[in-house]
């Protein structure tokens, strides 16, 4: 038995697809300092 598949995009004409969705892509430069500066304080290894 076999059937038919079908794939639907739905995203927004609009949304760009290019942007690089990363912590340091996303997130202000002073943010990331301050995360990354208490990032061993946060329980976890550098």
């Known amino acids: 038995m076999s059937s038919t598949k ?3 995009d739905a995203l927004l004409p609009s949304f760009d ?7 340091e892509h996303i997130y ?5 300092e301050k995360v990354l ?6 329980g976890y290894k550098k």
């Not at 500066?37 to 946060?42: A, S, T």
């Open 6 to 8: 079908v794939i639907f």
């Open 17 to 23: 697809r290019t942007k690089i969705s990363s912590f």
């Open 28 to 32: 202000p430069k002073e943010l990331q």
């Open 37 to 42: 500066g208490n990032w061993q304080k946060y």
